[in-house]
């Protein structure tokens, strides 16, 4: 484990608080998850015109869809008749969306086709599920709930440009996806990826996987990379090691150039101030997966689980009235770098 942190002082966590309260959550729902850049999808999920998926953030339903003419869509998954969820299923393909409690009809941008319980189909705004801002990067499909919001590039410019040298990411499909409700709040598994100090102790088999002398944790503006050569690797093949990258606020992207590239997401969805949604998803470039895929699947998913049931038994420290926050470990300084963009999310306007 590499210390960057020269400057060190002991330093008190955001508070437990932050981690089991109610109000608290409403608030980061509003200022943290319905304003920033949320992974959504990925464009091998609507290939063809019709294509569609449906996608919940912070109770926020949405659909994405693929138009008539290919254009890519993200509108709220509400009938704008009276307020009824339209599309039921997780994806399809339709040639138009229909709410089942009037029967209205919506084409595949959102905009209505038919009102049978209306004479004219002039109904103002309510002609029109509401749209939502999308941005495609690398194929990996983002939404913003805020209509103001500025474009991802103002924010992510260097996560995206750290990307470019990837040039096999547009050439990925999403080939499988699993995923795990957690009991503990949508921080605390952040937290956790965001150090490696629990690394020897709880991931055996990662310890042994990666250098753990030489683990590289570094930060950026709003998001960070960490990074290790494999312990196995000859020194002719070291430098094209995997990164696994955070991005603020809610999402992992592991990336692993090898012999034919490939990339695992993980979309980290708040449910409650105590429940969490984590959303895995693996691409590559073709839809057979090979034993070696399958290695790392599995590899990725034991590491995932021994993560899950510390946060678990984290989330119930929480609970205690033994304190009211932690501290950080000098090698604790990209949480601490979350809890900062945290904290400046919450109090901003
Ligand atoms: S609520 Fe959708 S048609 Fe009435
Ligand atoms: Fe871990």
Not at 5 to 14: F, P
Not at 285 to 301: C, G, N, W
Not at 319 to 338: I, L, R
Request: with cysteine; proline share 3%; glycine share 4%.
């Amino acid at each position: 484990m590499k210390e960057l942190q020269t400057d060190y002082a002991l330093e008190h966590t955001i508070p437990y608080e932050n981690y089991v309260s109610p109000q608290i959550f409403e608030k980061e729902k509003k200022k943290i998850f319905q304003s920033s850049w949320i992974l959504a999808g990925h464009m091998s999920q609507v290939e063809k015109a019709g294509d569609f998926f449906t996608f919940d953030i912070a109770d926020q339903p949405i659909i994405i869809s693929k138009g008539k003419n290919n254009e890519l869509n993200a509108f709220y998954n509400i009938c704008p008749h009276r307020g009824t969820i339209v599309e039921k299923s997780e994806c399809g393909n339709k040639k138009v969306f229909t709410c089942t409690y009037h029967g209205w009809t919506f084409h595949l941008n959102g905009k209505l086709n038919k009102a049978p319980n209306f004479t004219t189909n002039e109904i103002g705004n309510h002609s029109c599920m509401t749209k939502v801002k999308l941005e495609v990067f690398q194929s990996m499909i983002f939404i913003n709930l805020n209509p103001d919001a500025r474009p991802m590039a103002e924010t992510y410019g260097d996560f995206m440009a750290s990307l470019e040298k990837y040039t096999f990411l547009d050439s990925l499909k999403k080939i499988r996806v699993t995923q795990r409700v957690i009991d503990a709040n949508w921080k605390a598994v952040v937290d956790n990826y965001l150090e490696c100090d629990h690394c020897k102790i709880a991931h055996p088999e990662f310890s042994k996987t990666f250098d753990m002398k030489n683990y590289h944790i570094d930060l950026h503006a709003n998001f960070s990379c960490q990074y290790s050569e494999l312990t196995n690797k000859s020194k002719e093949d070291q430098g094209d090691h995997a990164n696994f990258y955070w991005v603020w606020p809610n999402l992992m992207v592991s990336i692993y150039p090898g012999k034919e590239g490939n990339m695992t997401t993980s979309q980290i969805l708040p449910l409650s101030a105590d429940k969490t949604l984590a959303i895995y998803s693996y691409y590559f470039k073709s839809d057979e997966i090979s034993e070696e895929q399958e290695e790392l699947i599995r590899f990725v998913d034991q590491v995932r689980e021994e993560d899950f049931d510390l946060v678990e038994l984290l989330q119930k420290g929480f609970h205690t009235n033994a304190f009211k926050y932690g501290v950080y470990s000098p090698t604790e300084y990209a949480m601490k770098y979350f809890h900062n963009l945290y904290e400046n999310a919450i109090n901003g306007q």
